[in-house]
């Protein structure tokens, strides 16, 4: 999609019919028709034109004459079956001399605060344009973050009530987007430790103000998301330590059971063989052969979940804590018989 903008005279932007110098060039998931129309009317290449358009593009800083290329990632908001996903994109922006050309695969939700007004832009001031964008740019990035972590907090809610392969998969979409996040950030950071070298940004005190506004966002971007990776990684190997525990509960009853159930299948195996077993010539027999089962499974029950229910695996702390409690517990008793020595002496 191609589309023509300029900021007019009253200060906002309206929408052209036709290219004029001074003005913004939109393109949003272009086809080579529309490539080659703006190289007719900028003349800026193919390749810098189409740089945005792969995906696994990274940040970088280009500068040509009278002509540069800025690439930078900004955040997106993929609608899934399964939720939203939050990926980044590349976006181009370049500069010719005389106009502004931004290209991306999608549409931006900064560029369309620029579209729509919301935020105040001079088409004409190529690094005004620049700066304003990376100044949202920063704050989407701290804004998606925000919402991630809500995410997050609601899927380990979910997870406290019920352990499900849906929320786990959840936990792992929010980690992936943000070392997506965190990668992004660290390659923009490095583009804007190149564009605050330009005389146009240093000659300028409201735009090195600006700039260095860029950057603080930018930093608080990346704090944040290394503390919700560094929360949700501690969080995942919890309900990991959890979920095996769960398992290692299941094994240790399914063998109480087995080992419980073996005890009359030997029964039953003995007095099954083909030879002469005791009690075979009663006529009431089989019910003590049942009765003695029984009994001597009840026993083994007992005494097998008694002594599975007082193993205990103690921690180096715990086994400290014990040894400081009997060291206690031995101080007393020596002085109480001290006492008691002392009482009958007094006597």
Not at 3 to 18: Q, S, V
Not at 21 to 48: F, H, R, S
Not at 66 to 72: A, D, H, Q, T, V
């Amino acid at each position: 999609m191609l589309k023509f903008f300029k900021t007019m005279e009253d200060g906002k932007i309206d929408r052209l019919e036709a290219y004029e110098d001074g003005c913004w060039v939109d393109l949003v998931n272009p086809t080579d028709d529309e490539i080659d129309d703006v190289y007719a009317l900028t003349g800026v290449p193919e390749e810098m034109l189409k740089a945005a358009l792969d995906e696994e593009e990274t940040a970088r800083f280009e500068r040509d004459d009278e002509m540069f290329l800025c690439l930078l990632d900004t955040p997106i908001i993929t609608d899934m079956d399964d939720g939203d996903v939050y990926e980044t994109i590349p976006i181009a922006i370049i500069h010719n001399g005389k106009s502004i050309i931004t290209v991306s695969l999608r549409g931006n939700s900064v560029l369309g605060d620029f579209i729509s007004n919301r935020v105040t832009v001079d088409t004409a001031l190529h690094v005004s344009f620049l700066l304003t964008f990376m100044m949202g740019n920063a704050k989407r990035f701290l804004s998606n973050l925000r919402q991630l972590d809500k995410k997050s907090q609601r899927v380990q809610a979910e997870l406290h009530r019920s352990m499900k392969n849906q929320e786990l998969i959840q936990m792992l979409g929010i980690e992936n987007s943000l070392v997506y996040f965190s990668t992004s950030l660290t390659a923009n950071l490095n583009v804007y430790n190149r564009l605050g070298r330009l005389s146009a940004i240093t000659g300028n005190e409201e735009y090195q103000d600006l700039f260095d506004d860029v950057v603080i966002e930018t930093r608080q971007a990346m704090e944040m998301c290394t503390i919700y990776r560094d929360i949700l990684s501690g969080t995942m190997d919890a309900f990991a330590s959890i979920i095996s525990n769960n398992v290692n509960v299941v094994m240790k009853l399914l063998a109480i059971i087995t080992i419980i159930i073996s005890v009359p299948t030997l029964i039953a195996s003995l007095w099954g063989m083909n030879v002469p077993v005791p009690f075979a010539d009663l006529s009431w027999g089989f019910w003590l052969l049942i009765g003695i089962a029984v009994a001597v499974t009840a026993v083994c029950s007992y005494f097998l979940i008694k002594s599975t229910n007082s193993i205990r695996i103690r921690t180096p702390k715990q086994k400290k804590r014990g040894q400081r409690g009997r060291g206690h517990h031995a101080a007393d008793d020596r002085t109480s018989l001290s006492e008691r020595k002392t009482r009958k002496g007094s006597r």
